[in-house]
């Protein structure tokens, strides 16, 4: 599976942001799919994740509320919607696909990662 993240740029604190996430390959319709993100000097974090029926979604405590993860299997694609942005969320976004069971939440059970985006908001 190949994934490619864009949507990412330079936003205003308090603006909006929608990232995607295009699978190719042997296609992401039937995967679980997270989104991450990796602020400068820090660990990459979990920020949410849909399961692959578009079900079930699930959200760090930090975004919760302000983003919202869907997807859309037709086109191979998962969107995250970003909004009420804060400078604390700058970081670059990543996307996973999760073919592992286990916790949507734990980043080693995700096996296929897209390049990132980045994402910077400004005071």
């Known amino acids: 599976v190949q994934l490619q993240a864009s949507g990412g740029g330079l936003v205003q604190a308090g603006g909006s942001l929608r990232l995607s996430c295009a699978a190719s390959?042997?296609?992401?319709?039937?995967?679980?799919m997270g989104w991450f993100r990796q602020a400068p000097g820090k660990e990459r974090e979990f920020a949410a994740a849909i399961s692959w029926s578009g079900q079930s979604t699930y959200y760090a405590e930090f975004v919760k509320g302000r983003f919202t993860i869907s997807r859309d299997n037709a086109e191979n694609t998962v969107y995250l919607q970003m909004n009420s942005l804060k400078s604390e969320d700058t970081a670059v976004y990543y996307c996973a696909v999760k073919s592992s069971s286990g916790s949507y939440y734990y980043r080693g059970n995700y096996d296929y990662w897209g390049q990132g985006t980045l994402v910077t908001v400004f005071s």
């Open positions: 390959g042997r296609t992401g319709s039937f995967y679980d």
